[in-house]
Nanobody, 126 residues
């Protein structure tokens, strides 16, 4: 079983950047595909990005493609989400997620992930 702790959220002006981090513990990190979801007030959880266990396969949702980049450092048990050119509509709680798999197929549905972090708030002001 893996535990996930996010950090790096905060308040930023539109057009700015933030980098979220998620550190895992409790199991071998490289056994897990990782991802990020977000949830804005009154909306359903939304897939943001996925990265395979090795980092060799990545997939970003269309609303963030070209602005956000997911990456991982298996030596540090950490996955990152670099967010650039932020927009007010990016405001949400961002969740780090994990699923134990060596598959490289992108998991885009919340039910495909077994482990969730507590979430970190990202607020983008206009």
């Amino acid at each position: 079983q893996v535990q996930l702790v996010e950090s790096g959220g905060g308040l930023v002006q539109a057009g700015g950047s933030l980098r979220l981090s998620c550190t895992a513990s409790g199991d071998t990190f490289s056994r897990y595909a990782m991802g990020w979801f977000r949830q804005a007030p009154g909306k359903e959880r939304e897939f943001v990005a996925h990265i395979s266990w090795s980092g060799g396969n990545i997939y970003h949702a269309e609303p963030v493609r070209g602005r956000f980049t997911i990456s991982r450092d298996n030596a540090k048990n950490t996955v990152y989400l670099q967010m650039n050119a932020l927009k007010p509509e990016d405001t949400a709680v961002y969740y780090c997620v994990a699923v134990k798999t060596r598959s490289v197929v992108a998991n885009t549905h919340p039910n495909e992930y077994d482990y969730w972090g507590q979430g970190t708030q990202v607020t983008v002001s206009s």
